[in-house]
């Protein structure tokens, strides 16, 4: 089945820095990989997903990409803001499930 | 807000006990997922119904249950209830049954046992 690593588990940068988080999977027949917002208290919400037949999406300061030779795909935030605090959920699915990070916890200062 | 609701908010009950949570999903969607988040862990899949049938199981325990309706409503049934039970439980929805389907959360149901 579907191992998927996320890394850092904590981040923590200042405002208006970038946030990078990267997550690595196993599967070779994974093909789409969303990533979720979770802020505290609340269900996680996708922010943005990618299929592997590109290797980048963007959408305003938020941007994925994925290496699928090297199995890994990365979430980065520019000019991060502090309503950016949140645990950070990467995912990856293809065959028989969708498999979940352990979740990165970001946290902007102001 | 992504459509899924799910009640009740919050729940608190004593060991050995039966709840019922209950999740609607968006509307349109024919699949609901069960998860299971602990205290700072990730996401836990239980199981998943398609149209009224069970499509996959995950690390769901036999205390636990869960049953989708006509309505597409689905319910998960967990009883003798211990204490590491205790957790968030969210219900997704997705427009079918591929595990590429994009998943959609519901605010999810806060279950505390004492």
């Known amino acids: 089945g579907e191992n998927v690593e996320q890394h850092p588990s904590t981040l923590s940068v200042q405002e208006g820095d970038s946030a990078v988080i990267k997550c690595t999977y196993s599967?070779?027949?994974?093909?789409?990989f969303p990533w979720y917002k979770q802020e505290l208290g609340k269900g996680p919400q996708l922010i943005i997903d990618?299929?592997?037949?590109?290797g980048e999406k963007k959408d305003q300061r938020i941007a994925v990409t994925l290496n699928k030779t090297a199995k890994h795909f990365s979430l980065h935030i520019t000019e991060t803001q502090p309503e950016d605090s949140a645990v950070y959920f990467c995912?990856?699915?293809?065959?028989?499930?969708?498999?979940f990070g352990a979740g990165t916890r970001l946290t902007v200062k102001p | 807000d992504s459509g899924v609701t799910q009640t009740p908010k919050h729940l608190i009950t004593a060991t050995g006990q039966r709840v019922t949570l209950r999740c609607s999903p968006r509307?349109?969607?024919?699949?609901v997922y069960w998860y299971q988040q602990s205290l700072d862990q990730g996401l836990q899949f239980l199981i998943q119904y398609y149209n009224g049938e069970e499509r996959a199981k995950g690390n769901i325990l036999e205390r636990f249950s869960a049953q989708q309706f006509p309505d597409l409503h689905s319910e998960l049934n967990l009883s003798s209830l211990e204490l590491g039970d205790s957790a968030l439980y969210f219900c997704?929805?997705?427009?079918?049954?591929?595990?590429?389907?994009?998943?959609?959360f519901g605010p999810g149901t806060r279950l505390t046992v004492l």
């Open positions: 997704a929805s997705s427009a079918l049954s591929g595990s590429t389907d994009t998943q959609y």
């Open positions: 599967d070779s027949a994974s093909n789409y």
């Open positions: 995912a990856a699915a293809g065959g028989n499930d969708m498999r």
């Open positions: 509307s349109g969607d024919l699949s």
């Open positions: 990618i299929r592997s037949n590109v």
